[in-house]
Nanobody
Framework: QLQVVESGGGVAQSGGSLTLTCAAI????????MGWSRQGPGKEREFVAA????????RYSDSVEGRFSIRREEAKNTVSLQMNHLEPEETGVYYCGILENWPTLEFNTWGQGIQVTVSP
């Protein structure tokens, strides 16, 4: 059963920006927070960013620290991922998920994913 819905994504040029948004269908299921992972062609899935339910704490992978920003909009029950200075190797499918635990960053559910393509 789908619990999150991703939107945004698309195509950006190298050095450009994109914003992804994720909405939890049942906000009460979000007990710890939400976050994002991604999987590029021929690559393993990797953690990107996460934010607590309160929005007061965030965590980023080393590869995106300083370029990506995750935010929570409580009124809209959404989480956004602002991606700046994108690089072609960041092309892939980005997945939004609901955290099962913080700070271990275990996820218990994922969305269907959304394509992000960064052209050289």
């Amino acid at each position: 059963q789908l619990q999150v819905v991703e939107s945004g994504g698309g195509v950006a040029q190298s050095g450009g920006s994109l914003t992804l948004t994720c909405a939890a269908i049942e906000p009460r299921e979000v007990k710890w927070g939400m976050g994002w992972s991604r999987q590029g062609p021929g690559k393993e899935r990797e953690f990107v960013a996460a934010i607590t339910r309160s929005g007061t704490r965030t965590r980023y992978s080393d590869s995106v620290e300083g370029r990506f920003s995750i935010r929570r909009e409580e009124a809209k029950n959404t989480v956004s991922l602002q991606m700046n200075h994108l690089e072609p190797e960041e092309t892939g499918v980005y997945y939004c998920g609901i955290l099962e635990n913080w700070p271990t960053l275990e996820f218990n559910t994922w969305g269907q994913g959304i394509q992000v393509t960064v052209s050289p």
